[in-house]
């Protein structure tokens, strides 16, 4: 292949050799602060699969970091071909990849991408009657299937949620009363980037109550109290399956609004069990009764 170093040159992209650098701090203070990337607007994705999902997601990257003793010529050429036009493309010493990335597994690639607002009403195609089209005469209903987490209070918890919804393919996932930003580098990471293969909202559970009535959705709660066997409701509706935390469960605002408390049968010593492996479970049931004939 001729030289993809020469196109790279002809690009004229930038070299950053300092860990003075502004940029550079910048990229280590999205990293660390939640408050910096509410104020930019901006967050930070390490690793190409994980900057390769979030171009497919539709986030428009602002800058592309890479340090070429790491990551080859065609990598990166790669991602400069689906990337956003505007984005920058800097290469980095090794020294400042390594100040800047967490794995132990490096990739040679850091990305600075433009937050999305995560909001309810981003998820209203999902959860609304489809009406004719010219492609599709007849009026089709989609009923939703959602999952709900409240106060997650662990990134890597929410990661794992995000993981199993993705491998569900479900309609949506939705935070409420979120303990940190989606953007959380942690919660990136953990999620492999399923952060932005899935349609993902927060709000509070107020605010997601209400959304989910307006919109006849079902409210089905993980919780020991006044509680069915889950495997014997029918999830085949439009269907919200709402997850506490592992401590101290739903709050008693999720309780009163639920249209049926379900719970998972514990063989064992223990009532609980980890809350992206009892979410798994439930979504499951439910794709399980969907594929149904």
Request: aromatic share 6%; net charge neutral.
């Amino acid at each position: 292949m001729v030289g993809l170093r020469n196109i790279f040159k002809h690009s004229m992209h930038k070299t950053i050799t300092s860990l003075q650098n502004p940029l550079i701090k910048q990229v280590a203070l999205l990293q660390e602060k939640s408050r910096e990337r509410r104020k930019t607007g901006l967050f930070v994705i390490e690793g190409q699969r994980e900057i390769s999902l979030a171009i497919k997601g539709g986030y428009l990257l602002k800058t592309l970091l890479f340090c070429s003793e790491i990551i080859s010529e065609e990598e990166i050429f790669v991602l400069k071909e689906s990337a956003n036009s505007e984005t920058e493309f800097i290469e980095i010493s090794s020294e400042i990849y390594e100040k800047l990335a967490y794995r132990s597994s490096t990739e040679g690639i850091i990305a600075v991408a433009n937050s999305k607002t995560l909001t309810l009403k981003n998820l209203l195609p999902t959860t609304r009657h489809q009406p004719p089209t010219t492609h599709n005469p007849l009026p089709t209903t989609h009923y939703p299937l959602i999952l709900i987490a409240e106060a997650p209070e662990k990134p890597g918890n929410i990661g794992a949620l995000l993981r199993t919804a993705d491998a569900a393919n479900v309609d949506a996932v939705i935070i409420a009363n979120p303990k940190t930003d989606m953007y959380n580098p942690n919660i990136i990471r953990s999620s492999v980037g399923c952060l932005f293969t899935n349609k993902v909202a927060t709000g509070s559970t107020s605010e997601i109550i209400s959304f989910l009535k307006e919109t006849n959705i079902n409210i089905y709660c993980a919780a020991l109290q006044a509680s069915v066997p889950y495997h014997t409701c029918d999830f085949k509706g439009s269907t919200a399956i709402v997850v506490g935390t592992e401590a101290i469960g739903l709050s008693e605002e999720w309780l009163q609004n639920s249209t049926q408390n379900i719970i998972i049968p514990m063989q064992g010593e223990i009532d609980s069990m980890n809350v992206s492996v009892a979410a798994g479970i439930l979504i499951f049931e439910a794709k399980r009764q969907r594929s149904a004939p």
